[in-house]
Each structure stands twice: as structure tokens, then as C-alpha cells.
């Protein structure tokens, strides 16, 4: 079993569909992080729960909204996307040291490939 | 800003060295990172170098760190098929991992 489990793999939803995709780590980290990898653009940081803060990407439309209900689960919820949403949504895991700001290095899951039609 | 350039393509013959290139922006970046992704996966970390060394080794790869220039590179020696995959950089200012947009390797037989 990997250290982070993504679900689904895969997902195709329709603009006016809500979905929710969930991430869970088995590596005891206390850190946890949503990416957005588009083709031909660099790996978009959306969130961050860490050591009880949220740290969030200004740049990230309201129709994403995360949840992070302990340090071992990360969920994304999706609403009323768009087709440029589209993407390999990533979940990380890592174990911050308070007072050291996000020196760990980063345990990704195999991502959930979305499609919005 | 941070921001982390790598050229995007790479091609060399199986056996041949690879060498991947890498540029940042951030000096107070504790450490430095390189990821792999191959194809339908998440990232894997490979190998990481600590700001204060120049150079670390494992197995078939050696990391290169120039502070001065802000230049990391990743050399993978005896390169495989199986190492085909994107490779990314990444540094580690006082946010989250700032990551460059990858650098597709392919591996010729």
C-alpha cells in the first residue's frame, strides 16, 4: 500500500455535478496539500493544512473547497466546475517541524484525474 | 518571487549519462529537490541536497549544487529506459515546495 492513497483515479463529471475527491496518508505526517498539474504548466499549489493552519492559494476559485477533517484525511470538494478545471489533482503528505517553515520534503499520492465536460 | 526554471526536453541513449538542469531563485532555500513522475503516477521523490553541500551521491545519481549561481543539476549515469519519465526540480523557501514545470527525459534504445 502506498504512504498516500488518492480516490477516485479517475473521475468525469459534468459542469453542474458536485464530487469530492478524498486523500488519505499512512505516513503519521501532520502536513497535508492539494496540487492542480495542468499540461505545459507548472505544479499549482491550492491548499495547505499544516500543523492546524490552512494556507490557501488566493488564485483558487471558491468552486474548490477543501476539508481536512484530521491529520490523516484531506478531502476536495468540487462544484459547478468548468472544462478548464480539467487536470491531475495531486495530494501530498509531509511532516513539518514547527518554527522550521516547510522544509520536509513532500510524499505525493498518484493523483485523481479529473475531466469536467 | 520563487521561481524554478528547468528546460523541458532531454533525449539520450540508453547507457549514455543524462544530465538534467536546474535554476532557482530563492537562496534561502534550505534544501533542493528531485522528483520523478512517470506516466499515469504522482511524484516520486528521488533525491534531495541539503543547501550547505555541493554535491551528494546515490547509486547511479549525483546531485550538483552551485549556490553561488543558483544552478542544480541531477546526473543519472548508465541511464535506463525504465528512467524515462519527467523530472522535476524543486526548492524549498520558507512556503511550500515551489516546483519547475519539468523536464520530459526519453531514453532511446
Known amino acids: 500500500e502506498t504512504g498516500v492513497t488518492q480516490t477516485p483515479r479517475h473521475l468525469v463529471m459534468g459542469m453542474t455535478n458536485k464530487k469530492s475527491l478524498k486523500c488519505e496518508q499512512h505516513l503519521g505526517h501532520n502536513a497535508m496539500y492539494w496540487y492542480k498539474q495542468s499540461a505545459k504548466k507548472p505544479l499549482e499549489l491550492m491548499f495547505v493544512?499544516?500543523?492546524?493552519?490552512?494556507?490557501e492559494n488566493n488564485s483558487v476559485p471558491s468552486r474548490f473547497s477543501p476539508e481536512c477533517p484530521n491529520s490523516s484525511h484531506l478531502f476536495l470538494h468540487l462544484h459547478t466546475l468548468q472544462p478548464e478545471d480539467s487536470a491531475l489533482y495531486l495530494c501530498?503528505?509531509?511532516?513539518?517541524?514547527?518554527?522550521?517553515?516547510?522544509?520536509?520534503?513532500?510524499?505525493f499520492g498518484n493523483g485523481t484525474r479529473l475531466t469536467v465536460t | 518571487g520563487e521561481d524554478v526554471e528547468q528546460s523541458l526536453f532531454l533525449s539520450v541513449r540508453e547507457g549514455d549519462s543524462s544530465v538534467i538542469n536546474c535554476t532557482y531563485t530563492d537562496s534561502s532555500s534550505t534544501y533542493l529537490y528531485w522528483y520523478k513522475q512517470e506516466p499515469g503516477a504522482g511524484l516520486q521523490l528521488l533525491t534531495y541536497?541539503?543547501?550547505?553541500?555541493d554535491m551528494k551521491q546515490d547509486q547511479r545519481l549525483t546531485v550538483l549544487l552551485n549556490k553561488k549561481d543558483k544552478h542544480l543539476s541531477l546526473r543519472i549515469a548508465d541511464t535506463q529506459t525504465g528512467d524515462s519519465a519527467i523530472y522535476f526540480c524543486?526548492?524549498?523557501?520558507?512556503?511550500?515546495?515551489?516546483f519547475g514545470k519539468g523536464t520530459r527525459l526519453s531514453v532511446i534504445a
Open positions: 501530498a503528505s509531509s511532516q513539518e517541524v514547527s518554527g522550521s517553515s516547510y522544509n520536509s520534503p513532500l510524499h
Open positions: 493544512y499544516s500543523l492546524e493552519e490552512r494556507v
Open positions: 541536497i541539503f543547501s550547505n553541500m
Open positions: 524543486a526548492e524549498s523557501p520558507n512556503t511550500p515546495l515551489v
